[in-house]
């Protein structure tokens, strides 16, 4: 029998249970930026409202009834998978179908063991503590966390020298659910202490379309089926993308029809005053590709390189824009480098450099346009 969660959220339109040792949750929306505000207003609140990633979600949903089942605490959670795709949902909606609490912690935040051990002392039992960016733990923190995952204990070393000693503190059965970006950055030791590690790949137009579609609903704007699919199929598979165009779009309507509707005719307006094309790429992503046109004649050009010559950092790129170009074909990461493909060529509207020229690809590469 599920638990109620103990932890409420005291703005009206945030249901998530959320709490965490530091003064102020850190998906409060009273004190988040626009943007955080409407992902929380929109965010599914159980499983069945998630929509698309199928394996996933009823693998999850094998994990909570067997665990229902047992009565046991579930096993540690690693979610993996570009940003805006779902992790912070998931990790959301599961406590709220177990009933039980859930605490969130930012990885960059926790810069220390003392800033990850009030989150642990405060977990209760059976809740969940996610911890988002979990790559960017510092090692003395991740060295810290084995024992509590493992044994639900932490090693506390106080004093120095021949004063030293350690104490041992027992803690509560939790669950963690770690996120990441960049799964090949975790280090062994800290992956392998999650028995469950689930991938979020990028969303189907038609799972997209289905997200637009209930989000104008729950922000009471009528939406024709032919908007909602442009805006899918230009959200570079995202639902958080999908969520910004939709709001962008949204206030196009709301200025051009009497009815604030977005009809086909508004979405494609706002969208070309947007500046996102017909494959849902951005302003940002196009300078990628442009300067990797210009600057290094296409490739090979280093991570590095290229966000020097953008003056954009490295991580910006790497999470930002390269997942999509690259699993849309129009860059390929080589061990020399970046390069455009014939793809990225064609996008840009440039002819692809003679053979010998240009590094090779495989000729059966997807057509996009
Ligand atoms: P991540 O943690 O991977 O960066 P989020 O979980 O914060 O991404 O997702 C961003 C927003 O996208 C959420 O607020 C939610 O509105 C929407 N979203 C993500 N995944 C789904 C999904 N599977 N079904 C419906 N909406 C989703």
Excluded at 296 to 322: I, K, N, W
Excluded at 338 to 359: C, D, I, M, S, W
């Amino acid at each position: 029998m599920a638990r109620e969660p103990v932890f409420q959220s005291n703005a009206p339109q945030d249901p998530i249970p959320s709490k965490g040792p530091a003064e102020k949750p850190l998906l409060d929306s009273s004190f988040s930026p626009d943007a955080d505000l409407f992902d929380e207003q929109l965010r599914p609140k159980r499983l069945d409202q998630v929509v698309g990633q199928r394996k996933v979600v009823n693998l999850i949903r094998i994990m909570l009834d067997a665990c229902k089942k047992r009565g046991d605490t579930l096993g540690h959670l690693l979610l993996d998978g570009p940003p805006g795709i779902g992790k912070t949902t998931l990790a959301t909606v599961i406590p709220q179908e177990l009933g039980v609490e859930l605490q969130i912690a930012a990885g960059p935040a926790i810069t220390a063991p003392k800033d990850l051990l009030p989150y642990l002392t405060n977990a209760s039992h059976g809740s969940v503590l996610f911890i988002d960016e979990i790559h960017r733990l510092p090692p003395a923190v991740e060295e810290f966390l084995y024992p509590a995952m493992e044994d639900f204990r932490v090693d506390i070393a106080l004093g120095d020298g021949l004063n030293a000693r350690t104490i041992n503190m027992q803690l509560k059965p939790f669950t963690v659910i770690g996120a990441t970006t960049r799964a090949g950055m975790l280090t062994a030791p800290l992956r392998d202490r999650f028995p469950y590690r689930e991938h979020l790949d990028f969303y189907e137009t038609e799972d997209l379309t289905e997200i637009v579609r209930r989000n104008a609903k729950k922000l009471r704007t009528s939406i024709s089926t032919e908007a909602a699919m442009e805006i899918a199929r230009r959200s570079q598979g995202t639902p958080r993308k999908a969520n910004n165009l939709l709001m962008r779009t949204r206030d196009f309507a709301t200025l051009q029809d009497a009815n604030g509707e977005i009809t086909d005719a508004i979405a494609k307006e706002a969208l070309h005053m947007l500046e996102i094309d017909g494959l849902g790429l951005e302003r940002q992503d196009r300078r990628y590709m442009e300067t990797l046109y210009n600057v290094f004649a296409g490739g090979p050009a280093g991570l590095s390189s290229l966000a020097h010559s953008m003056s954009v950092p490295p991580d910006t790129l790497e999470d930002d824009v390269e997942p999509f170009l690259l699993r849309t074909g129009l860059i390929q990461r080589t061990p020399r480098g970046r390069v455009l493909t014939a793809n990225g060529y064609e996008h840009l509207g440039k002819a692809y450099p003679l053979a010998g020229t240009q590094a090779v690809f495989p000729s059966n590469q997807k057509k996009l346009f």
